[in-house]
């Protein structure tokens, strides 16, 4: 068997090739070891298809190999077999997998979506009260799907999944809901105007049927400030919808056919870190929207049970209970769970046995953390070389505030300084309670934003208001590359973890100047930030402003000390050599 002819049969000739540097022992004897049936050792050296990831495990222990490095190499393995399978699987898959992955869930997935009803519930009820409903909540939280996959056919109890069509550029999604009410989505994309021009020119092609007030759902809202450049536009779409909401002139826009409708039930959507924003810019519709605020937020494990279990029996499967309790333990404690844990289980069903899905195939995926690296793995290889230092920052900043300790960032810098145990704290301190998201503002340096956009996206980020954090704590276990990273630069990372606490606490006490770095310490901060190892950001940089001002006066205070000091030193000699000169004087005159 030739080890060239792919990664698959390269991974097994190397295994056989660790079998072969610990004496080739037979495999019955390796089992013994292993603990792990001589089957499927010889099928894991076979090459026929890759092992999972505890029967590789098993083997490299056996044969005496680096775990860890084999096990960072089975996941890059995996997210490679992944992405190179994925337009075949999704082929194979097309209406029959019974959960979407890690993407939202659309109109026409209504028949497998579960779990949020109460939520519906309120949603529908709230916008039978009020004109103008803002949804929100942190990302990941599942807004999009309920609104798709639930809003619209709850409306249109009639027609099921609804009918969609496709809009263009800028992505819009009608559907005709009950009572011949229309309804239609639009996401503002970079011409937010443009999009909500289109949506009302079709909700005015079914304005004779219409029965009641029409539906405008506008997704995604926080694409006003992620992707439309122009502020002068983002006021004029919300003045719209504002308007529209009461029935105002201005929320129909000039140039539209006769028919377009002047007045409309308004559900914006929108990113909870976004929603400060939208109500600071347009007070106006802040008041409007004030009594009609739903914020959605993590599942309960009811509703997540819900979600994992009734799919599976639409599509004519179970879920095996010791799998339902690892996912709901786990998912109930990530704040992003929900795509992560649809794309843990399409994998699942992909691997099920016979018609269940078990947590031997889920284990056999590589779990949340295989998920999650072919994830990164291939959001990171999508970047071009500037965006991947700034998203290698970003991961470096986030799982420094996984390290465990009471203060975080500070305890977390002393925990790092042991080196080998940078991994093993991240590990360890996952669930202990004690970590905190970062502030917004320390991810506002150039090109920075966007790139934490794309991460959002891709559901390895998470924000909130005002705050950035992992979608899940075990990304630096996961991921080899970031582990990687977390390895290579402990003693930078214990450094930025010293600055980040004390530049908090400076902050958290009204900018003491006694909190200041001076001397030492903070020339070499800055030389290491001079030297690009070092990427302060936010209150960091003000931090390090400060001090460096705070040095410069000390610097001036200590030069004017000294000159006065030399000053009285030579007004004082002066005198002493007048004084000499009068006692020589008197001495000749006696």
């Not at 046995?353 to 195939?361: I, V």
């Amino acid at each position: 068997m030739d080890p060239g002819d792919g990664p698959l049969l390269r991974f097994a000739g190397d295994l056989r090739a660790l079998r072969e540097r610990a004496g080739s022992p037979p495999y019955r004897q390796l089992a013994l070891r292993a603990h792990c049936s001589a089957a499927s050792l010889s099928v894991a050296a076979g090459g026929r298809r890759l092992p999972s990831l505890a029967v590789t495990i098993a083997y490299v222990q056996a044969c005496g190999g680096d775990v860890p490095q084999w096990q960072r190499r089975w996941q890059l393995l995996a997210a490679e077999l992944a992405a190179e399978s994925a337009l075949r699987r999704r082929a194979q898959d097309a209406g029959r997998a019974p959960y979407p992955g890690g993407v939202a869930f659309e109109a026409a997935d209504t028949e497998r979506f579960f779990g949020r009803e109460a939520l519906l519930d309120r949603l529908v009820g709230l916008l039978a009260e009020r004109r103008l409903v803002v949804l929100t909540g942190p990302s990941g939280a599942g807004k999009s799907s309920l609104v798709r996959a639930g809003l619209l056919a709850r409306l249109d109890a009639s027609a099921g999944a609804g009918r969609a069509a496709r809009r263009g550029a800028v992505a819009e999604r009608d559907a005709q809901v009950g009572g011949g009410v229309p309804v239609a989505l639009l996401t503002p994309g970079e011409r937010p105007m443009e999009a909500y021009a289109l949506a009302l020119a079709r909700l005015g092609q079914r304005a004779g049927e219409a029965t009641g007030d029409p539906v405008l759902v506008v997704d995604q809202g926080e694409e006003l400030w992620t992707r439309c450049r122009s502020g002068a536009e983002r006021a004029r779409f919300l003045t719209a919808l504002a308007a529209l909401a009461e029935g105002g002139p201005a929320g129909a826009p000039a140039g539209l056919p006769a028919g377009v409708p002047t007045r409309c039930r308004v559900v914006l959507v929108i990113r909870s870190d976004r929603s400060g924003p939208l109500f600071a810019e347009h007070p106006e519709l802040a008041e409007a929207a004030r009594p009609g605020v739903l914020t959605v937020g993590r599942p309960a494990p009811d509703e997540l049970r819900r979600a994992i279990t009734e799919p599976a029996l639409r599509a004519g499967c179970t879920v095996e209970g010791a799998l339902l309790a690892v996912l709901i333990s786990t998912a109930a404690q990530q704040p992003g769970a929900l795509p992560l844990l649809s794309a843990a289980l399409l994998e699942t069903w992909r691997r099920r046995s016979g018609n269940a899905l078990t947590l031997a195939g889920f284990q056999a995926t590589g779990g949340f953390e295989g998920a999650l690296a072919r994830t990164a793995e291939a959001l990171f290889n999508g970047l071009d070389a500037t965006d991947r230092v700034r998203a290698r920052a970003v991961f470096l900043r986030l799982a420094g505030e996984l390290l465990p300790g009471g203060e975080g960032a500070s305890r977390g810098a002393r925990a790092l300084e042991s080196g080998e145990a940078v991994i093993g704290a991240l590990t360890a301190g996952g669930d202990d309670g004690a970590r905190k998201p970062v502030g917004r503002a320390e991810f506002d340096d150039p090109g920075v934003p966007e790139v934490l956009e794309r991460l959002v996206r891709a559901r390895l980020v998470v924000v909130d208001r005002g705050t950035v954090e992992l979608s899940h704590h075990a990304l630096p276990q996961a991921w080899p590359r970031l582990r990687d990273w977390l390895a290579e630069d402990r003693e930078v990372l214990a450094e930025h973890r010293r600055l980040t606490a004390a530049a908090r606490s400076w902050s958290t006490a009204d900018r003491d100047p006694e909190l200041l770095y001076r001397g030492v310490r903070l020339d070499q901060l800055r030389r290491r930030v001079a030297a690009g190892e070092l990427a302060p950001a936010g209150v960091e940089r003000a931090f390090l402003a400060a001090s460096a001002r705070a040095a410069a006066a000390d610097r001036r205070r200590t030069q004017l000390q000294n000159l006065a000091v030399a000053g009285f030193a030579a007004a004082g000699g002066a005198l002493l050599a007048l004084a000499g000169g009068n006692r020589i004087r008197r001495a000749r005159r006696w």
